[in-house]
């Protein structure tokens, strides 16, 4: 590329990147929900950021551990095969075994139990110290002890993973109906939500579903819900502007919304391949 057409080229992403943040700013002020992690942020007007913490209350904290248990143990073992524990294994199993039992009273799921939050006992936690005793007394592991164990547990993860959930969607209402008290119906109307979270969760995130619902938008939309797979809280504003900018770029140009949300180059790619390549 000549000089002059990098220097163009380069003046477009200037002029991309102040559009970007100023469209950010602007819509923080027409009103704009973070969520990320236990907190909820609004921004709205020029007033100064609300911060609104509790989206991880303590039932849903101990619900979450003890449905993390069965995978922390898959993936201590998910690369060994069968035959005799290595010296290194078996330094983790202790520890991560140790672990366990010292948070065997905080895991402890009577209380919730008799509380009617849970229909029955769960025997993750109990199962799991067992299931590592057992290994370590024997010095082997197991490809056919291992899925044992993952599927004995798995009707409790779901229990607890269902309360984890019901849990941390009422701490998202009540926070929710705090931050609606403070608006009037339209700025209601016109917020926008910006949920960061893991990549592994965009599908069905919890975040995503209830927030789809509260402002009766598609969870995969642009124009008022948006999620962005990380905790960087700087590029998830950059997530959020540049969908925002694109939409309406595309909507601009093409007269369609969703151009830019793929490659610029994606139609005449297709096309090419499909006709056959040119000599």
Not at 101 to 106: K, L, S, V, Y
Not at 269 to 274: K, M, S, V
């Amino acid at each position: 590329m000549g000089a002059i057409l990098e220097t163009l080229d380069a003046r477009f992403v200037q002029i991309y990147e102040t559009a970007r943040a100023e469209l950010v700013a602007h819509e923080q002020r027409r009103g704009l929900i973070v969520v990320r992690d236990d907190v909820m942020l609004l921004f709205r007007s020029d007033e100064p950021v609300r911060q609104f913490t509790g989206l991880e209350p303590p039932l849903y904290n101990k619900m979450k551990t003890l449905g993390h248990i069965p995978l922390a143990i898959f993936c201590l073992l998910h690369a060994v095969n069968d035959g005799p524990l290595s010296r290194s294994l078996k330094g983790r199993l202790v520890s991560y075994r140790a672990l366990l039992e010292n948070a065997g009273r905080e895991l402890d799921t009577n209380e919730e139990v008799e509380a009617g939050i849970l229909p029955r006992p769960v025997a993750i936690h109990a199962m799991a110290t067992a299931f590592l005793g057992s290994l370590l007394k024997a010095g082997t592991t197991s490809r056919h002890a291992l899925h044992g164990f993952t599927r004995g547990v798995c009707d409790d993860v779901d229990l607890v993973l269902a309360v984890a959930a019901r849990a941390q969607l009422a701490a998202c209402e009540c926070t929710v109906k705090e931050i609606r008290a403070l608006l009037s119906p339209g700025e209601w109307t016109e917020l926008r939500v910006l949920i960061l979270g893991p990549y592994m969760a965009k599908q069905g995130e919890i975040f995503l579903q209830y927030f789809s619902k509260e402002l009766g938008t598609p969870v995969s939309g642009d124009r008022r819900l948006i999620y962005f797979d990380g905790d960087d809280l700087k590029a998830a504003y950059e997530r959020f502007g540049t969908a925002t900018l694109d939409a309406e770029a595309a909507q601009a140009i093409f007269g369609n919304r969703r151009r830019l949300h793929r490659d610029v180059l994606a139609d005449a790619t297709r096309e090419y391949l499909r006709s056959g390549r040119q000599e």
